[in-house]
């Protein structure tokens, strides 16, 4: 268990190796000396205890995602802050040229994807790609190219190495490491990490466009990644068809988007704004599908750049360098489409918070979990500081990890008005200018609830009889409801039955736009909100200036905080790390970036510093020196 336990901390990971294809393996003449390169997340061994029959407890084939712990520190350090993360992840399965169109689109200088080359016995040459999720960090754009695992290879050859070998040997069947690893990357890891992480997903295939698989690998890849995710922004979709001879490849980008439309969604319509605006049309129901999704689907096919026509006068070097140019300017647009309405609902990630939602994210699919992307952004907007994380405490607040079964409107008003309250204060400590007090009113009001109810369809996957109705609020709203608990299908197969029982259900997508809960409709008016806010910060002026200039708040200015939340029944906690709910204090940076890793999710108590649970506990429960 010690091995074990090293290698899911990422101490026994000197053993990496850049090998992901589907290689048979004799014994090397020589031991392999390998490099770990650009790798970010290890896939490492976690063999399980399952029950056997007969015997006590067998060894059962896992993974878990582990950070690459040096490169890791490396690229944290290096992260900056103020500059937002861009990311574009590459899927696809093995030996589709991931790597190869990675290293095509990096600038000049910038860290390439390492060529893996060992001569074996037989004096067979062998080149392989990287394995487990390698991450590349361009320079001059600065994009964050995410180069994952494919998703049909076999074991990569560390796990010929002495250390990972005892482990891997525990298990009866050896072989399962191989089938079980392609199951998790194709089920869970990669789709979890490329959907949720990544701004543009590049989807890369030798079938030609024309071929149903491409398009069923894609949606696949999307039903993975939301098969447990209650709120997620959807990512821009490029499909890549790599090595086309001439005469299959439509090689402008344009008319390739096109047929493809055309070919899969007969008629060629696509509308991105309305893609219900035909409901009785076979064809925008398919592009609905695709819809609930991905914001946005383009096309590419790239030719073999060595092939060379001569009757046709076709040169596939100087084919492929145009299309990868303007591939490299179709990914650039899409980015700064999606970045303006990050920004507008605020949960645009810094270089930095990328870095601790990924850890974040990880744990989650580590422990199995459903996905909440809410959670997740409160985490990163946790170690930002300033107004970002006035927001992670708002976000926090208002859409609390630990929901009730059914929604409560009283609560959340109880909640809306400590938000309200902590606010107020924060404009206060910070000095915030009205302008800048509306726009986090603009943010408060985007975390009302989505009320929309889902069609009778599906049903709660523990039997209760309540209506299944949309968990999202306006923030993570992109015009797709998603359930609010786990469901189940009413009329399913029965392979599909069998699926979704052994999940424990999944969650449910619908296509729609954002619908206010009416139980809290009339309190989501801006114009009032705005009033209780501007008249508490009023309040709190005094407060300060009977303070004079003292650098911590007083008893005063304690309790009358206190009095704001403490009606409301929600629980607080002593926490330096995080903003707190009284002074509003931005949370301490101790511990470093290793905290981007440990912390986990987030749990739903209220940060207080211990300054100001000090001056409560003396006032409300004498004898007591602290919350």
């Not at 040229?97 to 080359?117: C, I, N, T, Y």
């Not at 399913?492 to 029982?501: D, K, T």
């Not at 007083?554 to 002074?583: E, M, N, Y």
Request: proline content about 4%; charged content about 20%.
């Amino acid at each position: 268990m010690a091995l074990k336990e090293d290698l899911l901390e990422g101490r026994a990971s000197g053993y990496t190796a850049d090998v992901d294809g589907p290689v048979v393996l004799p014994q090397p003449s020589r031991a392999h000396e390998v490099d770990g390169g650009q790798r970010l997340l290890n896939l490492v061994p976690a063999p399980t205890w399952e029950c056997g029959r007969r015997t006590a407890r067998v060894w059962e084939a896992g993974y878990a995602l582990s950070p690459a712990t040096e490169n890791w520190a490396r690229h944290v350090r290096e992260a900056d802050r103020a500059r937002p993360a861009l990311a574009v992840g590459f899927v696809g399965a093995t030996s589709a040229g991931k790597s190869w169109l990675v290293s095509k689109l990096q600038s000049d200088g910038a860290a390439q994807p390492a060529s893996f080359e060992q001569s074996f016995a037989g004096g067979v040459d062998l080149q392989s790609m990287t394995s487990d999720i390698n991450l590349y960090m361009d320079p001059v754009d600065h994009l964050y190219y995410v180069d994952f695992e494919g998703t049909y290879g076999t074991l990569p050859l560390q796990y010929y190495a002495a250390d990972v070998a005892k482990v891997v040997q525990r298990c009866a069947d050896v072989m399962s490491w191989e089938s079980k690893r392609r199951q998790v990357l194709k089920e869970s890891f990669q789709p979890a990490v490329a959907y949720l992480m990544c701004d543009v997903v590049v989807f890369l295939t030798r079938e030609k466009l024309v071929c149903r698989r491409a398009l069923e690998e894609c949606e696949q890849f999307a039903r993975a990644a939301n098969v447990r995710v209650t709120n997620a922004l959807p990512p821009a979709l490029i499909i890549v068809q790599n090595c086309c001879g001439p005469s299959e490849g439509i090689f402008d980008p344009e008319k390739c988007t096109e047929a493809f439309r055309r070919a899969h969604f007969s008629g060629g319509r696509w509308n991105y704004d309305d893609p219900l605006q035909d409901t009785s049309s076979n064809a925008s129901k398919a592009a609905a599908q695709w819809a609930e999704y991905f914001r946005s689907i383009d096309c590419f096919c790239l030719p073999d750049e060595y092939t060379f026509c001569k009757r046709s006068g076709f040169y596939g070097e100087e084919v492929c360098k145009d299309a990868i140019m303007k591939l490299k300017a179709k990914i650039r647009e899409r980015l700064d489409e999606g970045l303006p309405a990050r920004t507008d609902t605020g949960i645009s990630l810094s270089q930095f918070q990328w870095f601790s939602a990924l850890s974040t994210l990880c744990s989650i699919i580590n422990d199995q979990e459903t996905v909440a992307m809410s959670a997740i952004y409160i985490h990163a907007g946790a170690v930002a500081g300033g107004i970002n994380e006035l927001k992670s405490v708002l976000l926090q607040l208002m859409h609390p990890m630990k929901r009730q079964e059914t929604f409560d409107p009283e609560d959340f008003q109880r909640r809306l008005a400590v938000a309200i309250g902590i606010t107020a204060r924060f404009v206060v400590r910070h000095d915030l200018a009205e302008e800048e007090a509306v726009q986090v009113i603009k943010y408060i009001v985007s975390l009302f609830p989505c009320g929309a109810v889902a069609p009778s369809s599906v049903e709660r996957a523990d039997g209760s009889k309540r209506p299944v109705v949309c968990g999202q609020n306006q923030l993570f709203h992109q015009g797709l409801h998603r359930s609010d608990v786990l469901v189940r299908t009413v009329d399913a197969g029965w392979l599909q039955h069998i699926s979704e029982w052994l999940q424990g259900g999944v969650t449910y997508a619908w296509p729609g736009e954002f619908t206010c809960s009416e139980s809290v409709e009339q309190a989501s008016n801006q114009a009032v909100l705005t009033a209780s806010l501007l008249e508490q910060v009023e309040e709190y002026k005094v407060e300060k200036c009977l303070e004079g200039l003292a650098p911590k708040v007083g008893t005063p200015w304690v309790l009358k905080a206190h009095g704001s939340f403490s009606s409301s029944g929600l629980k607080v906690v002593q926490d330096t790390a995080r903003l707190c709910i009284v002074c509003t204090d931005g949370g301490s940076e101790s511990g470093g970036f290793w905290k981007l890793w440990s912390s986990g999710s987030v749990n739903d108590l209220l940060p207080v510093w211990r300054h100001c649970g000090t001056h409560i506990a003396a006032q409300l429960h004498p004898g007591r020196s602290q919350v």
